[in-house]
């Protein structure tokens, strides 16, 4: 039975690693527009609709970030909002 629980926990643990996510704040101006890829900066992110969006708009990007590499890879990132700074 304790052996059960030991095992059961772990698995408990190794699960909660796996499930990392973090939310980064991106703010800057809109260099770069392609489709539904949108550069801030000189980070680009995925959007829904990148046609509502201007080069030289500043806007401030909240992303959740699934991964806990260093790397920016856009098809890493979920946009949860961005809001538009000067319209």
């Known amino acids: 039975m304790r052996s059960t629980l030991i095992l059961l926990c772990m698995c408990f ?21 392609e489709g539904d890829m949108v550069s801030i900066g000189h980070n680009e992110i995925i ?12 806007v401030e990007a909240v992303l959740i970030d ?3 590499t260093e ?11 961005i809001q538009i700074l000067n319209e």
């Not at 098809?75 to 949860?80: G, Q, S």
Request: aromatic fraction near 6%; include cysteine.
């Open 66 to 68: 699934h991964t806990s």
């Open 13 to 33: 643990m190794l699960s909660a690693c796996s499930n990392h996510s973090e939310e980064i704040r991106l703010s800057g101006e809109i260099t770069r527009i």
């Open 71 to 81: 790397a920016w890879t856009p098809h890493e990132y979920d946009v949860k909002n």
């Open 47 to 58: 959007v829904k609709d990148g046609d509502k969006f201007k080069v030289g708009q500043q």
